[in-house]
């Protein structure tokens, strides 16, 4: 492969390889890029996500003039490679230097002694082999805040742990290959864990959450436990919100399996490692918008499985879309209809073998915290919690309305065919399984949240074995994992990704995606990208 090579990663995205490793002179090409863009942005961009050794720029593309003979894409890349032939190679990087506390004690370092045994060396010699160099923050990613840095010296390089912990907790420093990094937040991982820092890599809380960004250098130091805790205390203090229920225009009775509030999500933050999230059914979250004359980012309610129980207080009306059987005081009602609910009034919604999730409007949409430009909840990045029982609900009454202009909604009824795009790894599949991919049936199995969902068929093989620098994916992204099962990544998926991309779902078959029940069966039809 000649390099830079640009490809498409989506029908909205395309990615610039600079190179297949990780090293600096690329990572500075990627940087340079990167900048030149966000200065002089063509029409339609939206975001770029810098890896390695590869950036993805993201675009809108209605926003970009196509004719028969110039698609979209097509129309990047050429911008894309006149941008690379008059690369600037003066431009300035902006850079930060930061030093950053690291208490190596126990019980902040679990995994201390096991490198020391690893690497035949004492306790004191890993810890100040972490403290003698300079990293560069190479990528954001895995997590919101999540800095991969690098390159540790090789007398520090250990593999992940084989059994990933269930939970490692926020501020624990990491080692992993040549990486090292700091957990923003309480989360499964399978680094190996030698200290923890009392600093915040993300609050939420303030306009610039992130502390750390890709591009800045880092420099980690010793502090004592007592000196730990000291700061602490000063940095994790918060206050507590007391929500007043009197004013509230719906209490939840019961939640459901997981009920939460969605809009179409946030976008520019990806560089950052932040999901863009928003309702995994677009179709069923903007034609309920749309019954009430709401804009399409009007934040909605989205249920599933069914489950859900709200009482009124006050005089609202509401629209219903997507799967489900609901009901206003025991009378069953129709989804995609407009209905006006009182105080005590009480809707049910019941979980239907026609799809995973329904979606609940109000007029103006509902209200809670705006983080990043969006209402949506990701309660696996800190942002919101499910919803539970005894919750308050407001609704947007001052929200700006809007007359949407699309009425013909696709609908998300069942269909066995999913339609979905060659990836940019596909050909690393054996040739017998690249047949296979797009003629058996895949089942959707139970292991399924907002990030991903797993499904179920033969597995497939590699016609050999390669490692994938870790790139961008986005929702849709196909992942085909190390045992040939796959990983279909949805609306909250991580915004790099190390596991090969074999497919890329078609964007108007994504919410058919979101209803997809455990248990059917799905076969996916070939499209094709642009490029």
């Known amino acids: 492969m000649m390099f830079p090579h640009i490809y498409p990663l989506s029908e909205n995205a395309a990615t610039v390889a600079f190179g297949d490793q990780m090293d600096d002179a690329l990572h500075q090409q990627v940087l340079q890029l990167d900048q030149a863009i966000r200065q002089e942005p063509f029409a339609g961009w939206v975001e770029n996500v810098p890896a390695y050794a590869s950036l993805t720029v993201f675009y809108q593309r209605e926003k970009i003039a196509v004719s028969e003979s110039i698609s979209a894409f097509e129309q990047v890349r050429q911008w894309l490679h006149s941008k690379l032939a008059n690369e600037n190679p003066n431009l300035t990087l902006p850079t930060q230097v930061l030093r950053i506390p690291v208490c190596y004690e126990a019980p902040f370092a679990p995994d201390l002694d096991f490198m020391a045994d690893f690497h035949g060396v004492s306790r004191e010699a890993l810890i100040a082999l972490h403290q003698q160099d300079t990293y560069k923050v190479y990528m954001m990613g895995f997590l919101p805040g999540f800095a991969y840095m690098g390159a540790v010296d090789e007398k520090l390089s250990t593999p992940r742990k084989s059994t990933p912990r269930a939970r490692v907790p926020a501020g624990s420093v990491g080692i992993a290959g040549r990486q090292t990094g700091i957990y923003p937040f309480d989360t499964p991982g399978g680094w190996q864990i030698i200290g923890k820092t009392p600093l915040k890599m993300l609050d939420w809380g303030k306009s610039d959450p992130f502390l750390l960004k890709t591009g800045d250098l880092v420099q980690f130091y010793a502090i004592s436990k007592e000196t730990f805790e000291q700061w602490e205390q000063?940095?994790?203090?918060?206050?507590?919100?007391?929500?007043?229920?009197?004013?509230?225009?719906?209490?939840?009775?019961k939640p459901g399996p997981y009920s939460t509030i969605q809009d179409l999500g946030r976008t520019g933050f990806r560089a950052y490692g932040v999901p863009v999230g928003g309702a995994m059914d677009t179709f069923s979250h903007q034609k309920a918008n749309a019954l009430l004359g709401n804009a399409a980012q009007a934040a909605t309610i989205e249920c599933t499985m069914g489950g859900l129980v709200l009482q009124w207080q006050k005089t609202t009306k509401i629209a219903l879309a997507g799967a489900g059987t609901t009901f206003i005081n025991g009378q069953n009602i129709s989804l995609e209809q407009v209905y006006?609910?009182?105080?005590?009034?009480?809707?049910?919604?019941?979980?239907?073998?026609?799809?995973?999730?329904?979606?609940?409007?109000?007029?103006?949409?509902?209200?809670?915290?705006?983080?990043?430009?969006?209402?949506?909840?990701?309660?696996?990045?800190?942002?919101?919690?499910?919803?539970?029982?005894?919750?308050?609900?407001?609704?947007?009454?001052?929200?700006?309305?809007?007359?949407?202009?699309?009425?013909?909604?696709?609908g998300t009824a069942y269909t066995a065919r999913i339609r979905v795009y060659r990836g940019p790894e596909f050909e690393w599949l054996s040739p017998e399984s690249q047949a296979r991919f797009f003629t058996q049936n895949y089942t959707m199995s139970h292991r399924f949240d907002r990030m991903g969902c797993h499904v179920q068929s033969d597995p497939l093989t590699f016609s050999a074995t390669r490692e994938l620098l870790s790139t961008a994916v986005a929702p849709g992204t196909i992942q085909c994992t190390p045992a040939g099962q796959l990983i279909l990544l949805l609306q909250d998926c991580q915004t790099v990704g190390g596991y090969?991309?074999?497919?890329?779902?078609?964007a108007v078959d994504l919410p058919k995606v979101a209803q997809w029940v455990p248990g059917e069966k799905r076969i996916f039809t070939m499209g094709r990208l642009e490029g």
Not at 234 to 252: S, Y
């Open 234 to 253: 000063t940095e994790h203090g918060a206050a507590t919100f007391l929500p007043d229920l009197a004013a509230a225009d719906a209490l939840v009775l």
């Open 340 to 410: 006006e609910v009182t105080a005590k009034d009480v809707l049910e919604i019941r979980f239907h073998q026609s799809g995973l999730r329904c979606y609940l409007a109000v007029e103006g949409g509902f209200d809670s915290p705006s983080i990043l430009n969006s209402k949506s909840m990701n309660p696996l990045i800190g942002i919101g919690a499910p919803l539970k029982k005894g919750d308050a609900l407001y609704v947007d009454r001052n929200s700006a309305r809007a007359t949407p202009e699309k009425t013909d909604w696709p």
């Open 500 to 506: 090969p991309r074999v497919g890329q779902i078609a």
